[in-house]
Each structure stands twice: as structure tokens, then as C-alpha cells.
């Protein structure tokens, strides 16, 4: 059974593999890319509701138990103290993880969403003669057609967005802390401070020199190259943006976390 579990939510290409990469350094705990787990919770839940005939044999009770072995079985081979789940589904699902896991706390990383896209399209540009799972594999397109894909309710940035505005206003807003791209890249020592302060674990001497995360045969297959690799130091690196000015300006307001306005009270970001 698992000591402690906690999730690394949030928005696509905002940092989550990088920090995952820097919480895995540290014995105690353990992270990595998305992994299947919320898709298998989502299957579960769905076999298991009144499409089904035999949900006649089903309660609550055990819904909640079968739910919670899953996640109990797919990591009980991890010798970690605290384990760290990642998915872009968790914070459309803070309800049931406040039910299943009390004490689980939800790392959500965030990332001004024109640099989002570009990132996106920077990837694509870069893998010209691999079509990405982004895409379905469908080579062609413009920039303007795969921003409008990946920005629609469905797409991985869209789903995530409105995901994560869903978890920022939600009732369990209290275990969230939203971790900027711009301060992990640039002030990374004060970030995994502020993570382990919001999740109740001494603080661990983190090497920003040397950070490395490689899953180079899924990414291959997902016909991305580079989608999850992580090198070298961690720093932050300005570049001039690849999205035409009116596209890149389209998605320059969305970025709710940074207008003391629209943020609900209490909500902890660094």
C-alpha cells in the first residue's frame, strides 16, 4: 500500500516533466511523465456506471475500493516514500482525489498559454518529417489550424485550461498550488522549496546543474522526439516566438493567475 500520493496536474509543456525530473532526484519520492493511471481511472469509472447491467452489483463502497487498489497496485512496485502521479485529467478530478486520498496534495504547472502553442508548434517545426500524436499523425496543416486543434475544448491545451480553472474555483482549491513555468525555469530552488512546504516533506539538496529525463522510444512513437527530454541545467532561455503576432496575441489574456482579480482567495502560487 502506498505511504503517500500526491499529483502533478496542470497545463501541457509548462514544466511538469522538469519537475519531475528535479523530484526524482530526491530518494523519498517519485515522479515521471503522464502516466497511464488516469485514463485507467477514467475506464473504470465508466465500466462501472449503469451502462453496464452488472452495475446492479456495485455500490459506492465499492467503487471507492476498487478505484483506490488501483492506484495502490499500479505503483506498488515503487519503493518510494511519496509517489507522485502526473496526468492533465487530475484536476478535472479533485473531487474524487479528496475522497480517495485526504492528505494528497495536487501540483498544478502553468505557463502563459501563447507560449504554450508556440512550444507546441516549435515541436512540430523542429520533427517536420514525423507526424505527431498531437495531431493524430496528420502531417499538413498551418500553424493556425493546429493552434485552433489544440486549443479547442478536446484538444491538450483546451481540456487542460479549462481543467485546471475548473480545479483553481473548485471546493478543494485548498490542496492546489499552481507552479509557474517562469519561476521553476528561472528560480528553481525557491519552487521545490515552496513544493515542499505545501506537501509536508524536508527539504532535499536538488542538483539544478545536472537535471536528466529521457523517455526517448515513447516519444518516438508518439512521433514527437523531444517531447519529454530533459538536459543539462535548469535556466530560463528567451527566444522570439515562431506564432504570427495576431495568433500569439489571441491567447496573451488568458493567463487568469496572474491578475489578483480573478483569483480566488487563498489560492497559493509560486
Not at 474555483?169 to 522549496?193: F, I, K, M, N
Not at 539538496?205 to 530533459?230: I, K, Q, S, W
Not at 535548469?234 to 522570439?240: G, M, Q, S
Request: with cysteine.
Amino acid at each position: 500500500m502506498l505511504q503517500r500520493i500526491h499529483f502533478i496536474s496542470g497545463l501541457p509543456r509548462s514544466g511538469s516533466t522538469l519537475l519531475a525530473a528535479l523530484l526524482r532526484q530526491n530518494p523519498r519520492l517519485h515522479a515521471g511523465m503522464s502516466s497511464p493511471l488516469a485514463g485507467m481511472f477514467g475506464a473504470l469509472m465508466g465500466e462501472m456506471s449503469e451502462r453496464n447491467e452488472f452495475a446492479v452489483f456495485l455500490d459506492d463502497a465499492k467503487r471507492r475500493r476498487i478505484l483506490r487498489t488501483l492506484f495502490d497496485e499500479f505503483h506498488a512496485d515503487n519503493a518510494a516514500r511519496v509517489v507522485f502521479d502526473t496526468s492533465r485529467a487530475w484536476c478535472a478530478r479533485m473531487p474524487a482525489i479528496a475522497d480517495l486520498f485526504p492528505e494528497a496534495k495536487v501540483i498544478a504547472c502553468v505557463r502563459e498559454l501563447p507560449w504554450i502553442i508556440d512550444s507546441i508548434e516549435r515541436l512540430v517545426q523542429k520533427n517536420l518529417y514525423s507526424p505527431s500524436s498531437i495531431f493524430n499523425f496528420t502531417p499538413g496543416g498551418t500553424v493556425y489550424t493546429r493552434a485552433n486543434g489544440v486549443a479547442g475544448a478536446d484538444g491538450m491545451v483546451g481540456f487542460a485550461y479549462d481543467a485546471l480553472k475548473q480545479a483553481c474555483y473548485g471546493a478543494q482549491a485548498d490542496r492546489l498550488l499552481l507552479v509557474q513555468y517562469e519561476t521553476l525555469t528561472s528560480q528553481p530552488a525557491r519552487t521545490l522549496e515552496a513544493i515542499y512546504d505545501f506537501i509536508g516533506e524536508p527539504a532535499f539538496p536538488h542538483d539544478f546543474l545536472h537535471v536528466d529525463y529521457d523517455v526517448t522510444e515513447f516519444d518516438r512513437r508518439a512521433g514527437t522526439p523531444g517531447l519529454h527530454t530533459v538536459r543539462g541545467k535548469v535556466k530560463a532561455e528567451p527566444r522570439k516566438s515562431l506564432l504570427p503576432p495576431d495568433l500569439f496575441q489571441r491567447f496573451a489574456g488568458d493567463a487568469f493567475w496572474n491578475d489578483p482579480q480573478r483569483l480566488p482567495e487563498g489560492l497559493r502560487i509560486v
